[in-house]
């Protein structure tokens, strides 16, 4: 009961990232800009992990596991890589569909192998290698690489895209790495502070404290800050240890599918079958390369 718990849980969350990129469409649609959209994600996002770890505190939470010998400015650092990977992928999306920027940011499982083999010196096994490329395969279709449409794609949406699956491979090792000793609520909340000061020195999304603001971007915020902030760290942090990390992997790859079907019937995007074949074989995958094959023991 707990595995089927934990699984349903990482199940949600990875959906809840997929749904993302089209609020992120509908906010430009609606006129917003890319600083108001992460500005307002990451603000209220940070007000709300603060609440939730202030009302945890007053409600007297048992937080004694956790030493917090790391200084929390480490974590506020960190936490640019998760602002970086936002603005890199929102723009991704502004300029190409959102079917496809959802594809070029699931790169981050091939630069993230490439990656840990450069700096970590972390060979991959033969079957990631051979996974590896079978997703670079994959890509040329589920991005309509081959077909006579991708000339309508922006290639500076495209480099936008990579250099997020980039971001977000960083961010990854990082969260992995650092605040560990902190709960996961506040660690978060760290995070997002880190994201939101560097949104707000780099894309100076002064519009949002003006008076006469559309108070529109705040319905959009609410949503991205639920469904990119808040609700996945504390679901992977409930379900994650109760599953193992293979069918983690497994069902975080979700959210390709769910962002890919919400562009289609949300957003009425153009996906062809051969884009949505080249999104059925990198599930496949990603299943392949994480699937272990259990032994009978005696």
């Known amino acids: 009961m707990k595995q089927f718990q934990g699984a349903l849980a990482v199940f949600i969350g990875a959906a809840s990232f997929g749904v993302l990129s089209t609020f992120?469409?509908?906010a430009y649609a609606a006129g917003f800009s890319l600083g108001e959209v992460t500005g307002v994600?990451?603000?209220?996002?940070?007000?709300?992990?603060?609440?939730?770890?202030?009302?945890?505190?007053?409600?007297?939470v048992d937080f004694s596991n956790y030493p917090r010998k790391t200084p929390f400015w480490k974590i506020i650092i960190s936490g640019i890589s998760t602002g970086v990977v936002s603005v890199l992928y929102y723009k991704c999306v502004q300029l190409v569909p959102a079917s496809?920027?959802?594809?070029?940011?699931?790169?981050?499982?091939?630069?993230?192998?490439?990656?840990?083999f450069i700096v970590f010196k972390q060979r991959p096994s033969r079957k990631q290698s051979i996974g590896i490329i079978l997703i670079l395969i994959a890509t040329l279709f589920a991005t309509g690489a081959l077909e006579s449409s991708i000339h309508y794609i922006s290639v500076v949406g495209i480099t936008y895209g990579l250099f997020a699956a980039l971001a977000y491979a960083i961010f990854l090792m990082v969260n992995g790495k650092v605040g560990n000793d902190y709960p996961p609520v506040q660690k978060s909340a760290?995070?997002?502070?880190?994201?939101?000061?560097?949104?707000?020195?780099?894309?100076?999304?002064?519009?949002?404290?003006?008076?006469?603001?559309?108070?529109?971007?705040?319905k959009y915020g609410i949503l991205l800050a639920l469904f990119g902030t808040v609700l996945p760290p504390f679901l992977f942090a409930y379900g994650m240890p109760k599953i193992d990390l293979a069918l983690g992997s497994i069902l975080s790859a979700v959210e390709l599918p769910v962002a890919v079907a919400m562009s289609y019937f949300i957003l009425h995007e153009n996906v062809s079958l051969l884009q949505w074949l080249g999104v059925g074989f990198i599930l496949v995958v990603v299943v392949w390369t994480n699937y272990k094959k259990k032994t009978n023991t005696l």
């Open 24 to 26: 992120v469409k509908k």
């Open 190 to 218: 760290l995070m997002v502070t880190g994201a939101f000061l560097m949104i707000l020195v780099l894309l100076q999304p002064i519009t949002l404290f003006q008076p006469d603001i559309d108070t529109q971007i705040y």
């Open 100 to 116: 496809i920027a959802i594809v070029l940011l699931m790169q981050f499982i091939w630069i993230g192998a490439l990656i840990n």
């Open 41 to 60: 994600q990451a603000m209220l996002g940070m007000i709300i992990l603060w609440t939730i770890f202030m009302m945890m505190k007053i409600g007297k």
